[in-house]
């Protein structure tokens, strides 16, 4: 069974600091790729998403994400956090119709 | 667009009692999902829906978790009995059917506290 691991349960950052989430999955197949955030008190909403095509997608918010086939990665990256983001990030995987979300990493900035 | 609405909100019951949550997906969406997300977790899928027929429902614990969509709209997720690990956010998410299938748009979510 496919599986989804983030690397950090949370982060503490500074605004105007660079954030990156690491990502790793496991499955060799197609997959189509999430990432999604949850800010306090409101519902999950899509950041990006990679179907195929330029490895690095771009989404709301300034936020970007690579995709390393080899790495089986698909770490998010900002390069400046503002405290508007503070919030729980979640990867999430696709493969054969089958839907996986990672743990989830909260991200705390601080003013 | 309207979202994809959940009712109730929260929910509080005892173990061994019996609990339904109810779910309408945004207005044309063909797939429907429920998930469960317990405290410091990620959401777990539970069972996806099809129009009104199942795709996968692997990770329902079928003894005391059911599910229907009816018409191939709304749905309810039903604990009959419920337990008390069964205590987490239900959520529901919707997609459309065709390109972006795979985009899920997400409910507010049910809190069920099982006592």
């Known amino acids: 069974a496919q599986s989804v691991s983030q690397h950090n349960h949370h982060v503490i950052l500074s605004e105007a600091a660079s954030l990156e989430l690491g990502c790793n999955y496991s499955y060799g197949g197609t997959v189509n790729l999430f990432w999604y955030v949850q800010y306090p008190g409101q519902h999950l909403q899509l950041l990006l998403k990679y179907f195929s095509g330029d490895p690095l997608v771009k989404g709301i918010k300034g936020f970007e994400a690579e995709f390393i086939k080899s790495k089986f990665s698909f770490n998010l990256r900002k390069p400046s956090v503002q405290w508007s983001d503070t919030a729980e990030y979640f990867c999430?995987?696709?493969?054969?119709?089958?839907?996986?979300f990672g743990p989830g990493t909260r991200l705390s900035v601080l003013p | 667009e309207a979202g994809v609405a959940q009712s109730p909100r929260y929910k509080i019951i005892e173990k061994r009692q019996s609990v339904a949550f109810w779910c309408n997906p945004i207005?044309?969406?063909?797939?429907l999902y429920w998930y469960q997300q317990i405290l410091g977790q990620g959401p777990k899928l539970l069972i996806q829906f099809q129009n009104n027929g199942v795709v996968d429902d692997s990770q329902l614990p079928k003894d005391r978790f059911s599910a229907e969509r009816l018409k191939g709209v709304d749905s309810t997720l039903k604990i009959q009995p419920a337990k008390l690990e069964d205590s987490a956010v239900y959520l529901c998410?919707?997609?459309?059917f065709g390109q972006g299938a795979y985009e899920q748009y997400f409910g507010p979510g049910t809190r069920l506290t099982v006592t």
């Open positions: 999430a995987v696709n493969a054969a119709q089958n839907f996986v």
């Open positions: 207005s044309g969406h063909a797939t």
């Open positions: 998410a919707s997609s459309p």
